[in-house]
């Protein structure tokens, strides 16, 4: 069966500094994955996106995602944390429709 | 429309009425999804729409749940004889394609009480 893992409930970063949330996924072959952002009180918002190319995918507000085909993963990057990033972020994958993990809820802190 | 729409954003009713939930995708997606999310959890798949057909129903939690597409455009989601583990959001999402990326609506909460 298709799966998303998304390992951590909760990333707790200080602003300024480098945030990782981390994605592992099972799918068979090569599946689209994304990363969608939710905020509070509001609807899902895309975030970045891989198909196929460039491993290093970079997406909106200054995210990035990096597709590791050996380790299954799609961990998603961010070089700086703001505090207007702390949100809940899913990790998704699959062919004909998307597979989400479990969400993780990242915090910034100032 | 600029976005996808659903009606109601909230909905309460009593455990065994049934419900008619609703979503407008953006004019022009082909695609059309149908999830839930309940309280702090991930979202669960339940139906997708490719037109008018549903080639993957496979999520339908059981035989309460139906939906429904017409026309290539609006769905509706039902529930009948409503339970209280039925009570979450539900969210519609569409999409230009397979795999284009999806556009979330606001989604409908349900309580069942």
């Known amino acids: 069966a298709q799966s998303v893992a998304q390992p951590e409930d909760q990333v707790n970063v200080a602003e300024g500094n480098p945030l990782t949330v981390k994605c592992t996924y099972s799918?068979?072959?090569?599946?689209?994955l994304f990363w969608y952002v939710q905020y509070p009180n509001r609807g899902l918002q895309f975030l970045l996106k891989?198909?196929?190319?460039?491993?290093l995918v970079k997406g909106s507000y200054g995210f990035e995602a990096e597709f590791n085909k050996s380790q299954t993963s799609f961990h998603l990057k961010k070089p700086s944390a703001l505090v207007s990033d702390s949100a809940l972020y899913f990790c998704?994958?699959?062919?004909?429709?998307?597979?989400f993990g479990a969400g993780t809820r990242l915090a910034v802190h100032p | 429309g600029a976005g996808v729409s659903q009606s109601p954003s909230n909905k309460v009713t009593e455990k065994g009425k049934d419900v008619e939930l609703r979503c407008d995708p953006i004019?022009?997606?082909?695609?059309l999804y149908w999830y839930r999310q309940s309280l702090g959890q991930g979202l669960e798949f339940l139906i997708y729409?490719?037109?008018?057909?549903?080639?993957?129903k496979s999520g339908l939690p059981s035989d309460r749940f139906s939906a429904e597409r017409t026309g290539g455009s609006v769905s509706t989601l039902t529930i009948q004889r409503t339970q209280q583990e039925d009570s979450a959001v539900y969210l519609c999402?569409?999409?230009?394609?397979?795999?284009?990326?999806?556009?979330f609506g606001s989604g409908t909460r349900l309580t069942v009480v």
């Open positions: 799918v068979s072959g090569n599946p689209y």
């Open positions: 891989y198909i196929t190319g460039d491993n």
């Open positions: 998704a994958g699959g062919y004909n429709k998307l597979i």
């Open positions: 999402a569409s999409s230009p394609g397979q795999m284009r990326g999806y556009t």
């Open positions: 729409f490719q037109g008018n057909s549903a080639p993957d």
């Open positions: 004019s022009g997606h082909t695609a």
